[in-house]
């Protein structure tokens, strides 16, 4: 089994900070990695796929990169909507998702 | 816009079945694009990906799930299900169903549906 790890499991920030979260695998999944954001009592919603391939209507702010086993979520200028839980997910073998990283207005 | 809603008892009993279909409209199950899938959330805890279907009948399960899980697709009704045996307390989560592009990343999810397993 792969197993996704993410850091940090909360973070505090402000409107208008640039903030990144960290997705690690336990082995290569070269950039089969997607990340998802959840708010609460709401499905969650696709952000990027491929590690850094933005899902379609999806702001410009969010970007992914990475590839192998770390990869990051960056959201460039935090909007007051961004605050939520974040996911990532990998897709190389079935498919496992991390923990999550809430991220709260500080 | 496609939309997925969940239908299905909100309580099960422990060693009973748990069966849950999800309703799909907006979009063509038949698509051979997309294929549908079933995930749940557990309790203050992350994701866990079940399992997804295409048209055709053909799944592809999550392995630690596969020997109590089964989905089937009714393309008549535009409804897929899910069924799993032996539920304990463990299985008690929010279900959701979602359309997969075939590779376990789902871009459309039903609201989701809380299953609690009890006596």
């Known amino acids: 089994d792969i197993q996704m790890t993410q850091s940090p499991s909360t973070l505090s920030a402000s409107v208008g900070d640039r903030v990144t979260i960290t997705c690690r695998a336990s082995q290569s999944i070269n950039n089969w990695l997607a990340w998802y954001q959840q708010k609460p009592g709401k499905a969650p919603k696709l952000l990027i796929s491929k590690a850094s391939n933005l899902d379609s209507g999806v702001p410009s702010r969010f970007s992914g990169s990475g590839s192998g086993t770390e990869f990051t979520l960056t959201i460039s200028s935090l909007q007051p909507e961004d605050f939520a839980t974040y996911f990532c997910q990998q897709y190389k073998s079935y498919s496992s998702f991390g923990q999550g990283t809430k991220l709260e207005i500080k | 816009q496609v939309q997925l809603h969940e239908s299905g008892p909100g309580l099960v009993r422990p060693s009973q079945t748990l069966s849950l279909t999800c309703t799909v409209s907006?979009?063509?199950?038949?698509?051979?694009?997309?294929?549908w899938s079933w995930i749940r959330q557990l309790p203050g805890k992350g994701l866990e990906w079940i399992g997804y279907i295409y048209y055709s009948g053909i799944t592809y399960y999550n392995p630690s799930l596969k020997s109590r899980v089964t989905i089937s697709v009714d393309t008549s009704r535009s409804q897929f299900s899910l069924k799993m045996n032996s539920v304990t307390a463990a299985d008690t989560a929010v279900y959701y169903c979602?359309?997969?592009?075939?590779?376990?990343?789902?871009?459309?999810w039903g609201q989701g549906t809380l299953v609690i397993v009890s006596s």
């Open positions: 979602a359309r997969d592009r075939g590779t376990t990343v789902v871009d459309q």
């Open positions: 907006g979009d063509s199950i038949t698509s051979d694009v997309y294929y």
